[in-house]
């Protein structure tokens, strides 16, 4: 399973960006899809997650700017964030946790990762 994020860019502070990914296959099952971020000098930590019954959770550094959301039609997920600060410059990484094929071991899938540079 590839996944392929795209979307970041430079934007000035209280702009906004969609982040995509896409993932190659149609996953047998879901556990979880996510976004993570990487911000300078910090670890990576989770940014937002759609759990399976389709609840959604949020760091609090990004509760009430961004939306996570998912297209199961399209194998895609996305990040909407808005009212962008540059404490939320990063690399930020799409996820995936679930089974590719009903035969397959629940496995984690990591995308490769979509600079957002926020100015300030």
């Known amino acids: 399973v590839q996944l392929q994020a795209s979307g970041g860019g430079l934007v000035q502070t209280g702009g906004y960006l969609r982040l995509s990914c896409t993932y190659s296959v149609t996953m047998f099952s879901i556990n979880t899809v996510s976004w993570h971020r990487r911000v300078p000098g910090k670890q990576r930590e989770l940014v937002a997650i759609?759990?399976?019954?389709?609840?959604?959770k949020y760091s609090d550094s990004v509760r009430g700017r961004f939306v996570i959301s998912r297209d199961k039609d399209e194998n895609a997920v996305y990040l909407q964030m808005n009212s962008l600060k540059p404490e939320d410059t990063g690399v930020y990484f799409c996820n995936v946790v679930g089974r590719p094929l009903a035969t397959s071991p629940i496995n984690s899938f990591w995308g490769q990762g979509t600079l957002v540079t926020v100015s300030s």
């Open positions: 759609i759990i399976t019954d389709s609840s959604t």
